[in-house]
């Protein structure tokens, strides 16, 4: 018995669905293409975003009010104070100090480049450049009852002022934060780190143009685009993160954007802008942080 075959205009009908078939399934195959594109792209503009947030508010939240020494909407100097001790007897020409216990990696690593010591109004104040070496006179801070905390060490700094035993004090570090042009993705912003004296480091990156600084003034903590003229009643920052994919996913003409804004306040950073201190050095050329809450007036 002979089978009946296809007629032509059931082949030709067969095509047709099958045509549109394969296409439908083409189309999905591709949109679902492009939606994984996109959304790793905005993943990885996520991601920059929020670790650079973190990189930057670390040092942030240790800051006392005046530990910014220069600020443009692109760039940010920091004194990042990274140890805290208390200030023992004057041995010669070294004064002798008992640092708090902190991460051994973290010491070895910072470049000290200041030391600070509290005054009786409560401000800081501070030399730069410190000369810095490690000290087994243990009776230089025994003799005024101040103890070295288990997991702590003993220092000794050049001080060229008399400071009595007893007094808090810190070891200072630099740290300059800068929005520019990216060395490694040409054409594009990249965040810079320089903490001094070693040199300046790409870090992370890229970013949109509209990427910057805000600063954070007076008891409401009010953002503004242009930074305070005394930089002591800065009281914090607000970080304008625009970040962008590295390549430009498919089907777009442009990165994945993400934007992330967040407010950082700076330690004591609830003091009043009018307790803030006018100009950054004293008659005798000395830096001097305030770094405590102001009193409040009482009403009569």
């Known amino acids: 018995m002979r089978r009946r075959g296809f007629t032509l205009i ?41 670790a650079t947030f973190h990189l930057i508010s670390n040092d942030l939240r240790m800051l006392p009010n005046g530990g910014v020494s220069l600020a443009t909407p692109t760039e940010v100097d920091l004194n990042v104070p990274y140890a805290w001790g208390v200030l023992c007897r ?10 708090m216990p902190i991460d051994s990696a973290q010491y070895a690593s910072a470049q000290p480049a200041l030391v600070g010591w ?52 810190f070891l ?16 594009r912003l990249a965040l810079f780190r320089q903490e001094s004296p070693a040199p300046e480091q790409e870090v992370i990156g890229p970013f949109a143009s ?26 914090g920052l607000e970080l304008v ?6 390549q430009v996913p498919t089907a777009s003409s442009a990165p994945a954007r993400f934007e992330l804004r967040a407010r950082v306040k700076f330690l004591n950073s609830h003091e009043s802008e009018k307790c803030a201190k006018s100009g950054k050095s004293d008659k005798s050329g000395k830096s001097r942080w305030r770094a405590r809450p102001c009193e409040k007036s009482k009403k009569s």
């Open 90 to 99: 004057t041995v010669g020409s070294a004064t002798v100090a008992s640092l």
């Open 241 to 246: 993160l625009v970040a962008e994919s590295e």
């Open 172 to 187: 200072g570090r630099t740290a300059r934060y800068s929005f520019k042009a990216s060395l490694a993705m040409p054409g």
């Open 210 to 235: 509209d990427t910057r600084f805000r600063f954070l003034t007076g008891s409401r903590l009010t953002p503004q685009d242009a930074p305070p003229a005394n930089l002591d009643s800065l009281l």
């Open 10 to 50: 059931e082949l030709l009908v067969g095509m047709a669905v099958a045509g549109i078939l394969g296409t439908a399934l083409m189309r999905l195959v591709v949109s679902s293409s492009q939606f994984v594109s996109r959304q790793e792209a905005q993943l990885e503009a996520r991601q920059t975003a929020r």
């Open 118 to 169: 509290r005054q009786p109004d409560g401000t800081y104040q501070t030399t730069e450049w410190p000369t810095i070496s490690t000290s087994t006179n243990l009776a230089a801070c025994t003799a005024d009852s101040i103890r070295v905390v288990p997991g702590g060490r003993l220092i000794e700094i050049n001080l060229t002022d008399t400071v009595p035993p007893g007094t808090l004090m």
